[in-house]
């Protein structure tokens, strides 16, 4: 039996639950349609290795989301539903194997006295960095809140901000150039090499100068922002929101193709035969590169068809997920030290030679880039008393020689040999306080989600940010596609990956405005209330 909806949304990733929660909150009927039986996609939280173990999936830290409007001025009333953050202090430590170590504070003074430790002028620089950013978020902000510029419109906003050219020749520099440029101490490079390669971009490509900047104020300002109760504490959160608005979520519900009429999306189908309408439109949080498959032959042009083959992924991920006996604790200068956030990044070199390899599709295990996340240290519901979750990340390619499928042969190594790069850095860790592991290749990652395209959860490569992050193909225009009444969201469409909600939110302000309804109308509805 068909059923009808002023909205379908297709995904029940973050941002495509932000796009529904403004939607219903313009009064708009909505039905979100979810093939897994949870919710949040890269935002979920699931007992990946044993009971009482809740690990997540991807995304841990939702720095970049207190940014967005809809947590950093309450715009939809999000917070009374039940989503806490913790800001742990230290945000993170960068251990090195010599005992040396780098800590980032919340109290940006004493990040720049670990680093002027090192060199009194790179510690003055570092402050400089977080002053300069004052002047650059403004107009990164408002780069993200709305769809991707023209190059004319992008020079002029760039160029017209308080630092003039020298801030558009930041915008389109690299995070390496910009770091160079700063600083000088091998060890401060590495700390900041690896502070701005969190998004998983590559930082040797154009595109990429704002990353140290953003990245290193954005963890002072919220630290590593850990949901309670785990990254899937936000579409929970969002859920309760849009059902409690009228809307309607269906989980176990495969959309299997988009339904087109006369050049206007007019609904979609499920696996199941179910047919949901769509009265005013289609928002799907696909990846760019499924959407073709559930579109009628024809439906895009040859053009965008072409933009669609040729999506590159960023950097791709490894992912060990740990239950462990107890919190690790790290060695740093003059003793030890447990962190919600660890990094490893032995130099400059290092990370030349994890990109390369990584370019070349070969796996690193000498000196790997490394993220280790202990969000149980600071949220006791993720593990049983006195245990604990460790989820350890590295760069490691999706194509090996011989093809993906290799991964299945390869991935207990890699593992193996990120334990041995991991483990000497702490100093009460051994392999024996290691209770179960779950272990993700770059192609797991792509088999659990097809928006980790190739294995990677950030959406796609920097070459795509030229003009703004990801932007669309020319005749493609953010968040609207070549087919009236649907739209586009999720992580490969502006602003792009990483928690921020900003692609959710974006795609709901097109929608809306094309259904003549003011965003600031919806958001001043519910702030007041």
Same mark, same amino acid.
């Given at each position: 039996?068909?059923?009808?909806?002023?909205?379908?949304?297709?995904?029940?990733?973050?941002?495509?639950?932000v796009?529904a929660?403004?939607?219903?909150?313009?009064?708009?009927?909505?039905?979100?349609?979810?093939?897994?039986?949870?919710?949040?996609?890269?935002?979920?939280?699931?007992?990946?290795?044993?009971?009482?173990?809740?690990?997540?999936?991807a995304?841990?830290?939702?720095?970049?989301?207190?940014?967005?409007?809809?947590?950093?001025?309450?715009?939809?009333?999000?917070?009374?539903?039940?989503?806490?953050?913790?800001?742990?202090?230290?945000?993170?430590?960068?251990?090195?194997?010599?005992?040396?170590?780098?800590?980032?504070?919340?109290?940006?003074?004493?990040?720049?006295?670990?680093?002027?430790?090192?060199?009194?002028?790179?510690?003055?620089?570092?402050?400089?960095?977080l002053?300069?950013?004052?002047?650059?978020?403004?107009?990164?902000?408002?780069?993200?809140?709305?769809?991707?510029?023209?190059?004319?419109?992008?020079?002029?906003?760039? @160029?017209?901000?308080?630092?003039?050219?020298?801030g558009?020749r930041?915008?389109?520099?690299?995070? $390496?150039?910009?770091?160079r440029?700063?600083?000088?101490?091998?060890?401060?490079?590495a700390?900041l090499?690896?502070?701005?390669?969190?998004?998983?971009?590559?930082?040797?490509?154009?595109?990429?100068?704002?990353?140290?900047?953003?990245?290193?104020?954005?963890?002072q300002?919220?630290?590593?922002?850990?949901?309670?109760?785990?990254?899937?504490?936000?579409?929970?959160?969002?859920?309760?929101?849009?059902?409690?608005?009228?809307?309607?979520?269906?989980?176990?519900?495969?959309?299997?193709?988009?339904?087109v009429?006369?050049?206007?999306?007019?609904?979609?189908?499920?696996?199941?035969?179910?047919?949901?309408?769509?009265?005013?439109?289609?928002?799907?949080?696909?990846?760019?590169?499924?959407?073709?498959?559930?579109?009628?032959?024809?439906?895009?042009?040859?053009?965008?068809?072409?933009?669609?083959?040729?999506?590159?992924?960023?950097l791709?991920?490894?992912?060990?997920?740990?239950?462990?006996?107890?919190?690790?604790?790290? @060695?740093?200068?003059?003793?030890?030290?447990?962190?919600?956030?660890?990094?490893?990044?032995?130099?400059?070199?290092?990370?030349?030679?994890?990109?390369?390899?990584?370019?070349?599709?070969?796996?690193t295990?000498?000196?790997?880039?490394?993220?280790?996340?202990?969000?149980?240290?600071?949220?006791?519901?993720?593990a049983?008393?006195?245990?604990?979750?460790?989820?350890?990340?590295?760069?490691?390619?999706?194509?090996?020689?011989?093809?993906?499928?290799?991964?299945?042969?390869?991935?207990?190594? $890699?593992?193996?040999?990120?334990?041995?790069?991991?483990?000497?850095?702490?100093?009460?860790?051994s @392999?024996?306080?290691?209770?179960?592991?779950?272990?993700?290749?770059?192609?797991?990652?792509?088999?659990?989600?097809?928006?980790?395209?190739?294995?990677?959860?950030?959406?796609?490569?920097?070459?795509?940010?030229?003009?703004?992050?990801?932007r669309?193909?020319?005749r493609?225009?953010?968040?609207?596609?070549?087919?009236?009444?649907?739209?586009?969201t999720?992580?490969?469409?502006?602003?792009?990956?990483?928690?921020?909600?900003?692609?959710?939110?974006?795609?709901?302000?097109?929608?809306?405005?094309?259904?003549?309804?003011?965003?600031?109308?919806?958001?001043?509805?519910?702030?007041?209330?």
């Amino acid at each position: 039996m068909d059923e009808a909806f002023d909205i379908v949304v297709v995904g029940g990733g973050h941002n495509a639950l932000v796009a529904a929660a403004y939607l219903a909150s313009a009064s708009l009927s909505v039905a979100v349609l979810e093939r897994c039986a949870a919710l949040g996609g890269d935002a979920a939280t699931e007992e990946l290795t044993l009971p009482g173990f809740r690990h997540d999936v991807a995304a841990s830290a939702h720095t970049v989301f207190q940014q967005n409007p809809i947590v950093r001025d309450d715009d939809l009333g999000l917070l009374s539903y039940g989503l806490r953050y913790q800001r742990p202090d230290p945000v993170f430590v960068l251990p090195f194997a010599d005992g040396e170590s780098i800590v980032m504070h919340r109290d940006p003074d004493r990040t720049a006295q670990e680093i002027g430790r090192y060199d009194a002028r790179d510690g003055a620089a570092y402050i400089e960095l977080l002053a300069q950013w004052r002047l650059l978020a403004p107009l990164q902000g408002e780069e993200r809140s709305r769809p991707p510029m023209t190059p004319e419109e992008f020079a002029r906003h760039w @160029r017209g901000g308080p630092l003039g050219d020298e801030g558009l020749r930041l915008r389109m520099a690299s995070a $390496v150039e910009v770091i160079r440029e700063r600083f000088s101490h091998p060890r401060v490079l590495a700390f900041l090499y690896w502070a701005s390669t969190l998004t998983f971009e590559a930082i040797d490509e154009a595109g990429t100068g704002l990353l140290p900047f953003s990245l290193t104020a954005g963890r002072q300002q919220y630290s590593w922002t850990t949901p309670e109760g785990g990254s899937g504490a936000l579409p929970d959160a969002l859920a309760r929101l849009i059902t409690e608005r009228g809307g309607r979520i269906e989980t176990r519900a495969d959309v299997t193709s988009i339904l087109v009429a006369g050049g206007r999306a007019t609904g979609v189908e499920t696996r199941d035969g179910r047919r949901f309408l769509a009265r005013h439109a289609v928002v799907t949080g696909q990846h760019v590169t499924e959407l073709p498959e559930s579109l009628p032959d024809g439906a895009i042009d040859d053009e965008t068809l072409g933009y669609i083959r040729r999506w590159k992924a960023g950097l791709t991920m490894f992912v060990a997920h740990y239950a462990l006996q107890r919190a690790p604790r790290y @060695r740093v200068r003059g003793g030890e030290q447990a962190a919600v956030a660890m990094g490893a990044l032995a130099s400059e070199e290092a990370l030349e030679r994890n990109l390369a390899a990584f370019r070349l599709g070969q796996v690193t295990t000498h000196e790997p880039f490394l993220l280790a996340i202990n969000s149980s240290l600071v949220d006791p519901s993720r593990a049983p008393q006195g245990q604990h979750t460790l989820k350890l990340i590295s760069i490691q390619p999706y194509g090996l020689a011989g093809g993906p499928a290799r991964w299945d042969h390869e991935k207990e190594g $890699v593992a193996r040999a990120m334990l041995d790069a991991y483990l000497p850095l702490t100093t009460n860790l051994s @392999r024996g306080d290691i209770l179960a592991q779950a272990l993700e290749s770059p192609l797991d990652l792509e088999r659990r989600n097809g928006n980790n395209f190739r294995g990677s959860g950030h959406g796609g490569s920097s070459q795509f940010g030229q003009y703004g992050y990801y932007r669309p193909a020319p005749r493609w225009n953010a968040y609207r596609t070549p087919v009236a009444a649907l739209y586009l969201t999720g992580s490969t469409t502006h602003p792009g990956g990483s928690v921020s909600g900003f692609p959710g939110r974006n795609a709901a302000q097109a929608v809306l405005a094309d259904l003549g309804i003011a965003l600031e109308d919806v958001t001043a509805c519910w702030r007041r209330s």
